[in-house]
DNA sequence: CTGAATTTTCAGTATATTCTGAAATTACAG
DNA sequence: CTGTAATTTCAGAATATACTGAAAATTCAG
């Protein structure tokens, strides 16, 4: 469908069209957002219309699921009526911000159903013991939400002196043990 | 639709229906899984297929797909031809096993793809920005993942001790901070 | 203000996904 | 083996999601 998309862009954007509609995003949507995070310049709504062939109106819903996501900014040209939108230059930010709206979205709602469930009393063992799973699965999801919200704190910089040092997350990891006093005695590989 | 089954256990059955179907797998399926986690025995086809008010067929279908994601195992009890299922007993070996089988699904053809993208010469200015941003993609994904796939070697006790222990993931990257001569000073809050 | 350029909305259509019942297949107790 | 209890398959129906074009609404240059 694209116009003068050349095949390596068409490949990406086609990659993660399918990754997007996996997610929560719909493939369309994805392919909108690759071809702006792509793009050196901001974008119009008819730039995108031509380079993935879909309607006008598909573009419009499009981005404002992205806007509402805060993956895309919007911009304006002085003297132009016309709206240009853009993603961020920093990947990281890209994926903090992916992070983020899914907490929003997914994980919050999901620990404040099962808070509910944790307050009532447990009518039976049946009960007993389905509340017992959710109180594990509530501290789990709470714990890896504590360690993602940890690491989004870091800025692009910081995340790029960790990449160059390679998988020393290992040895963090052992420092931690050594901090909890693990039991068990299992080096990193 | 369920029959005899308790609100709580509904409500928690419906919400992570719901969720499922953000994810990957569909709705039912989802459904299927909830009932399973918070069964303490096995249940079967005709188990799920009364609980949840959906055909047998389907949950024959869903069965199939949990199996395929390695989320149930199959049981059988002696001198009985029926099939048994069973989720794991471990919420962390439940969460070890999504984030296994979504790299395999999603990040490990994501990686693939980028780096045979970013092999190809870029013929003009565009590519070349293009590649740009797709070998910091690539690079950020790497990383994620190597993270992911650390954590994933410690067993439930040991994130049960971490998870004791409070938010202390911020002194260990603090710790990893001065270990990389972090130029940013910044305390965990 | 005005009106042309631009964006948004939305009802209807197209497409994709999920679900079902009936038929085919499989597995194993006897 | 055989018969039956169980599972699986699959074509078609039901449902849900995505997409479009036309019409309405908005915005701002002049």
Sequence with gaps: MPEKLTPMIQSFILHFGEMGSRWGINRTVGQMYALLVLSKEPL?????????????SNV?????????WELVKLQHRPGERKEFYSAPGDVWDIAKTLIEQRRKREIDPTLSTLRNLLIETPANDEEAYAQQ????????????????QEIQRLDSAQLGKLLKLGNSI???LDMKDRLLGSSKKESTK
Tied chains: 1, 2.
């Design 44 to 56: 119009c709504a008819d730039d995108i219309t031509e380079a993935l062939g879909i309607s006008r």
């Design 60 to 68: 419009s819903m499009g981005l404002k699921e992205l806007i509402s």
């Design 133 to 148: 799973r959710m109180r594990e699965m509530h501290e789990l999801i709470e714990m890896l939400t504590l360690w993602t």
């Design 170 to 172: 290992g040895k963090v």
